[in-house]
């Protein structure tokens, strides 16, 4: 089945700086969502996103299905960013697979 | 519009007990997943319904069943649990099956096998 992986595993930001993570995926996919995990375990849905790039505020993401990855940029982080952030994805005929997910801290 | 609801938020169970979950999917969506999420570990996807009918499966065992009712909410059916059952049960509902549509999560229940 299709293998996930999420870089980095860990990320400690000070308020107001911005970072990038990263998806690789090992087939090609028919969906790509990103998610954000809070400290209650609730998902919720930051980018449906296959392909091409999307913005959403101080988020954003890229996915370049031809060669397998998808990156979330998160600018002027703030500590309610705080959380775990998950990709998932589908490639035609498999499950749903989600990534090991990147644990972000961001300290006051 | 209603969101995905789960019940109940969390429950203690003890070893070779049974157990179902409850899922409500969101307004307009006939396509319900399950998955288990264990501590510090992505969810893993356990099975999905898609109109009532059974439309994949991970990887567990048979002792992890499901229903999905005409009105498209889902009950989770665990027997026989183990410690490792011990985890954070989330469900999703999307539009359609074929995993072709965003996926939206409940807020999860969370079960502890003592």
């Known amino acids: 089945g299709i293998q996930v992986e999420q870089s980095p595993p860990d990320l400690i930001l000070q308020e107001g700086a911005n970072s990038t993570l990263r998806c690789n995926f090992s087939?090609?996919?028919?969906?790509l969502q990103w998610f954000h995990q809070n400290p209650w375990g609730q998902l919720i849905n930051l980018f449906y996103i296959p392909s091409g790039t999307k913005q959403n505020g101080r988020l954003s993401a890229t996915t370049v299905a031809t060669e397998r990855y998808s990156l979330l940029y998160i600018s002027s982080s703030q500590t309610t960013d705080s959380g775990v952030y998950f990709c998932?994805?589908?490639?035609?005929?498999?499950?749903?697979?989600f990534g090991p997910g990147t644990r972000l801290s961001v300290l006051p | 519009e209603t969101g995905v609801t789960q019940s109940p938020t969390h429950l203690i169970k003890t070893r070779g007990q049974q157990v179902t979950l409850r899922c409500s999917s969101q307004?307009?969506?006939?396509?319900v997943s399950w998955y288990q999420q264990a501590l510090g570990q992505g969810p893993q996807f356990i099975f999905q319904?898609?109109?009532?009918?059974?439309?994949g499966r991970g990887n567990f065992p048979p002792r992890f069943s499901g229903l999905q009712f005409p009105n498209y909410s889902s009950e989770l059916n665990v027997n026989a649990l183990e410690l490792d059952d011990s985890a954070l049960y989330l469900c999703?509902?999307?539009?359609?099956?074929?995993?072709?549509?965003?996926?939206?999560f409940g807020p999860g229940t969370r079960l502890t096998v003592l």
């Open positions: 087939d090609s996919v028919n969906n």
């Open positions: 999703a509902s999307s539009l359609d099956g074929g995993g072709m549509y965003e996926q939206f």
């Open positions: 319904y898609y109109r009532e009918e059974e439309n």
């Open positions: 998932a994805v589908l490639s035609y005929g498999q499950n749903f697979v």
């Open positions: 307004s307009g969506h006939n396509t």
